[in-house]
Nanobody, 125 residues
Framework: QVQLAESGGGLVPTGDSLRLTCAAS????????MAWFRQAPGKEREFVAA????????YYSDSVKGRFTISKDNAKNAVYLQMNSLEPEDTGVYYC??????????????????WGQGTQVTVSS
């Protein structure tokens, strides 16, 4: 199975940007639906962004659409989440996920079977 490891989180003020990286090993990201989820303390995991394959149209939650961009580099076997105009509501642990996922379920965390350990993003007011 593919192993995933997130990095790039940090503490930033409102309005700043971060780029998260999901480094994959053991398999290629091109073989999977790839997604980003986030989770704040006491809350359920929330869908952020996903795509099915390279060159597929991305999917975004309404809360991040227009601010976040998901992308991948097949040569580096990595997935990225560019986060701009960050808000305090974006605070949480961000997870990379992979799975053989159909379009109708790609916003559901239970559809994915490979997860990274998460990286903390904190946006201060």
């Amino acid at each position: 199975q593919v192993q995933l490891a997130e990095s790039g989180g940090g503490l930033v003020p409102t309005g700043d940007s971060l780029r998260l990286t999901c480094a994959a090993s053991g398999s290629t990201v091109s073989a999977y639906t790839m997604a980003w989820f986030r989770q704040a303390p006491g809350k359920e995991r929330e869908f952020v962004a996903a795509f099915k394959r390279a060159n597929s149209n991305p999917y975004y939650s309404d809360s991040v659409k227009g601010r976040f961009t998901i992308s991948k580099d097949n040569a580096k076997n990595a997935v990225y989440l560019q986060m701009n105009s960050l808000e305090p509501e974006d605070t949480g642990v961000y997870y990379c996920a992979a799975g053989s996922v159909i379009t109708s379920t790609l916003r559901n965390d239970w559809a994915y079977n490979s997860w990274g350990q998460g990286t903390q993003v904190t946006v201060s007011s």
